[in-house]
């Protein structure tokens, strides 16, 4: 019988495999990636398409497009092919981000058969009805209206304008006028230039059987042919030279604090050791930042930091929302909080907590197929392979206090960091 009286013994984590993507290219030039690593007869499918928001050359475009997918095609209205889904006991989900346009599928393998015809007739023959798209933009307009009165939306929106600049694909500020603004046919446009076999690949996780892919062959590997999208070009970053900045919001009861700057992404070199350094100050509940700002001071009932890492580059992040009457001390404390980083060694217990923290994390991140098939996803879009997370783990075991000091005075400076308020100061 276990005594648990005695806390069990502490246990290193030492390698961690992981089961790795198999690629095979269908008969078009269609690149699909495998992991066949479930034990229930299920399967998870992604379409990947490079057809996030920064292709657009509207606000919106990509974003619409990829939500009306499933509004309707050549031969399904919008109800028949929830039905459809639905009866099959099959789920479908799209997303978009800044890079990527997403479109998934769960479904049973014994449905399999039935519910890829409705997937290929979704992506090859999508409608986009008039009907569908007035209602998409006049629920979206509303939503962003209310949305445009909560200070954390604003600030998030903001921040990412003055770290890119508006006129950067990654700091674009979506108004209500640009829902007004978009037409239909600027939709319809972007979907048949960017959703086409040259400018995809599939992601399977699961329970895979050989029929899986002869299945994918049929739908998707043969007459699904289709030409290069044409891209627009590069846009520089633009940061603002205003390092503080307010919003001011008279009614405001809370103030949203973002503090940060424009970094790198996961191909840089010091990825690993930021991401280190992040959670030692903001990436976890045990944190410095949570620790002064929430245990200590009581200002916030959370507050965090973190690494975007996109294709075109990342950023460093803080954000919180505090009370009014205890904004200014609050940014203050967290400017103390970066200062020690810069300045101090952090000590070797505090920092084996977090190697461990971080360790533990990446364990739970890669339980299941639909798990490793995120891991694998996250590298594929930066064309990296897996000794990205060989490579990541053993940062983690070795990085030293000193190093992470040196991480911190070379991309932590003060002067480099731009401050935005939404409410009050």
Known sequence: MIDRTIAPEVKQISEIELIPAQKVVLENGLAVYTINAGSQELVKMEWIFDAGSKFETQKLAARTANTLLKEGTKNLSSAQIAEQLDYYGSFLDTDCTKDKAHLTVYSLNKHLSNVLPVVEDILKNATFPEHEFEVYKQNSKQKLIVNNQKVDVLARNHFNALLFGENHPYGQITEAKDYDAL?????KAFYQNYYT????????SGLIQ?????LLHKHFGTDWKSHEPVKPAATLVSSS?????LIEKADAVQSAIRIGRVLFNKTHPDYFGMQVLNTVLGGYFGSRLMNNIREDKGYTYGIGSGIASLQEGGYFFIATEVGVDVCKEAVKEIFVEIKKLREELIPEEELDLVKNYLLGTFVRSIDGPFALSEKFISILEYQLDYSFYTAYL???RTITPAELRTLAANYLKEEDLIELVVGKK
């Not at 076999?197 to 399977?204: A, D, E, L, R």
């Open 394 to 396: 053993n940062a983690i």
């Open 197 to 204: 076999s040259k400018n995809c690949s599939i992601v399977v």
């Open 183 to 187: 037409k239909l046919n600027t939709v």
């Open 210 to 214: 050989d029929e899986t892919l002869q």
């Open 241 to 245: 030279a205003k390092k503080e900045n």
